[in-house]
């Protein structure tokens, strides 16, 4: 058995991770040449601005998948030890042969799992890998997961259990895997399940990030995920859909206790561009640009769900601003400042190692209105010098500070105390001071 040194597993994800994800523009059907033309853009147009992750989502071990459907008893690509495999007509490299490739382009690659074992294991009574045990001996059959009927739960107290999460985790990592996305894990929450995760990774001589699915985390087990995984989700797969963005305020500044570096509450996923098997995404530029605002000012992980092969110039420029990006990956100590019943939030961060803070201003109603913000709670002083990130452009305060912000926008700003002598209109220039 290999054994990883003692290293804190935090320390694989120093940053949120950034990448894509096949689920919202493919749901079960994505194949590997269609894999493979997301991550040629990725390699072209993103990968320069931090974009590494390419994630193949759910059923790619199903042959026969459609769209975003699962069949109940559907026959599965799958190992005499039950562990699943990569369907063979739409990966017919197999995955360490994806591995290398997306290696071969400097990108990191991220596969997604269901909880358990398969139901198909335990009907042909697979032998779990090393050991005298078999599927039926540590498949708990009362446990499944209500929306998709693969997989039963395994009982984590029967001899057996964890030497098939062990032999999954060791597969994984042989074929180069860099992110695992396990699903079913999270609502209810699967404390035994995630543990045995967590060991199985260390042992599987890999450094692979982990990220539970779906949400709702339960709040309650913050400080037990926060020392288990890299990135867990904090809602239900997150779709185009205002009410549902508005949701995700609440719930980011709920889970601030438990953001640290490696540690990250996931809003998921941002469905922008061209999703859904077609169609385009329903938010306007105005939501756009909030999700990419808020997801950066509360370090969520930036996962793009859309069609990188269809990827339009004003999606584009929503995820290749480095300085809104840079909120994302270098800020710290990010919180929420205020929210008022009118619908105006901000948030602050701090930038370590520089004079400056962010601000992030919302205006949660459907039209134009101010959002006052003190800067003296976010930067001490009486002049400020602020850079607004989406624009580039610098302005100056020594009063009052409110940006008037369209309905359904944000604003996000780069804040220091104004220096004598320094210009409030300077183009460029690193705040260090």
Not at 24 to 53: I, P, S
Not at 174 to 191: A, E, N, Q, T
Not at 322 to 332: F, N, T
């Amino acid at each position: 058995m290999i054994f990883l040194p003692l290293l804190d597993f935090h320390a694989w994800a120093p940053r949120p991770p950034m990448g894509w994800n096949s689920w919202d523009c493919f749901g079960t059907t994505v194949t590997q040449a269609q894999t493979l033309a997301e991550a040629d853009v990725m390699v072209r147009d993103l990968k320069r601005f931090g974009w590494r992750l390419i994630t193949v989502d759910i059923q790619w071990y199903e042959p026969n998948s459609r769209g975003y459907n699962y069949k109940p008893g559907a026959t599965l690509a799958m190992d005499a030890n039950g562990r699943l495999l990569p369907a063979t007509n739409k990966f017919p490299g197999g995955f360490r042969r994806m591995g290398l490739e997306l290696h071969r382009r400097g990108l990191q690659f991220g596969i997604h799992l269901m909880r358990g074992i398969p139901r198909q294991a335990v009907q042909s009574n697979a032998t779990v890998l090393g050991t005298p045990y078999s599927a039926k001996d540590i498949a708990d059959t009362r446990d499944v997961c209500p929306w998709n009927s693969d997989m039963y739960g395994v009982d984590m107290a029967k001899p057996g259990a964890q030497a098939y999460y062990d032999s999954v985790f060791k597969l994984i990592a042989s074929w180069g895997v860099d992110f695992v996305k396990v699903d079913d894990l999270s609502r209810p929450y699967h404390r035994a399940e995630i543990e045995a995760i967590r060991k199985a990774i260390d042992r599987s001589g890999r450094k692979i990030i982990f990220s539970t699915s779906p949400g709702e985390t339960p709040l309650s087990a913050g400080p037990h995920i926060r020392e288990n995984a890299n990135m867990w989700r904090i809602s239900d797969d997150f779709w185009d859909d205002w009410n549902a963005l508005e949701e995700q305020f609440a719930r980011l500044n709920a889970w601030t206790p438990y953001r640290e570096d490696g540690a990250y509450p996931d809003s998921d996923m941002l469905p922008l561009g061209v999703i859904g098997l077609g169609r385009r995404s329903h938010f306007t530029p105005d939501e756009g640009r909030t999700l990419i605002t808020l997801w950066c000012i509360a370090r969520s992980p930036l996962i793009f769900g859309g069609d990188l092969t269809k990827l339009d110039g004003a999606t584009n420029a929503l995820i290749t601003n480095p300085e809104v990006l840079a909120v994302d990956q270098q800020s710290r100590n990010n919180r929420q400042l205020f929210r008022t019943s009118d619908g105006k939030v901000a948030w602050i961060a701090d930038a370590p190692g520089s004079n400056f803070r962010y601000l992030a201003v919302f205006n949660l109603s459907s039209t134009a209105q101010p959002v006052e913000v003190n800067l003296s709670d976010v930067v001490s002083g009486h002049a400020w010098r602020i850079r607004d990130l989406w624009s580039g452009r610098y302005v100056s305060s020594t009063g009052a500070f409110a940006p008037v912000v369209p309905g359904h926008g944000s604003e996000l700003f780069r804040v220091s105390r104004r220096w004598s002598g320094v210009s409030a209109t300077a183009s460029s220039g690193s705040e260090t001071r």
